[in-house]
């Protein structure tokens, strides 16, 4: 079975049941921090793995409200989730498909991509960014933000847990990964969940970059 079609199984159940809405909600308050680094604009964005759809509709109500926003996930579930959560919101284009063999039909480019908790489902982190580098427009930005990365021992057994293969990457590594993408202006900052605010276990990478002009 390909890493994306355990993936899409996986979530697949999770959309069946609760667990999409409530992992969602235990994601909004790191996600939220970085909203406030995503410009308004009339252009097009991206979210890759949207799961739900909250955060989809969010940015399409505020920062692309005089724009285009295009939700993608592999799980056929999320999607008819996703579609739920955005009717009635014109500016918001969904589809279930893989991202790692995905192209935008019409050959579009985005001017901000943004992704929580996906690119480590991928079988190369480098590929998916690579492919999300090529999806930006000039100046377009990347955001990705994970739980599962090397530094977050909390997470090293998640993949055995849940029977889906995940890449384990280092923050360090991110970074060089969004440089080899041909991505600059890169930074990194840990997203705490206000509950998580002083343990011992890491908070949530979020790795971000932009594309040259
Ligand atoms: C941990 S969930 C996060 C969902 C949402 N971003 C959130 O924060 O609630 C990961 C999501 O990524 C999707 N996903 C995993 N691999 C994918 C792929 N290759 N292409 C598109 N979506 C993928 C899953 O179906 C799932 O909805």
């Avoid at 235990?26 to 680094?37: C, F, G, K, S, T």
Wanted: glycine share 10%.
């Amino acid at each position: 079975m390909s890493d994306s079609h355990a993936a899409g199984q996986l979530f697949d159940q999770w959309a069946a049941d609760d667990r999409a809405r409530r992992m969602w909600q235990n994601h909004l308050p790191r996600v939220r921090q970085i909203w406030e680094m995503i410009p308004s604009s009339d252009g097009h964005y991206l979210e890759i793995g949207c799961g739900c759809g909250l955060g989809l509709r969010h940015v399409a109500e505020n920062q692309y409200r005089d724009g285009r926003c295009m939700g993608i996930d592999v799980s056929q579930n999320m999607i008819r989730l996703a579609e739920e959560t955005t009717a009635g919101l014109a500016n918001v284009r969904l589809e279930a498909v893989d991202f790692t063999n995905w192209e935008p039909g019409d050959g579009r480019t985005f001017d901000a991509i943004f992704s929580m908790e996906v690119f480590y489902y991928f079988p190369s982190i480098q590929e998916g960014l690579n492919h999300a580098s090529r999806l930006l427009a000039p100046g377009g930005r990347l955001w990705v933000l994970v739980d599962c990365y090397r530094e977050n021992t909390a997470s090293h057994d998640w993949s055995e847990k849940l029977g889906v293969p995940m890449q384990m990457w280092s923050s360090a590594q991110y970074a060089d990964g969004f440089a080899r993408a041909g991505l600059s202006e890169i930074g990194q900052k840990t997203l705490h969940h206000p509950k998580d605010e002083g343990a011992s276990e890491p908070p949530t990478l979020c790795t971000y970059g932009r594309k040259c002009e």
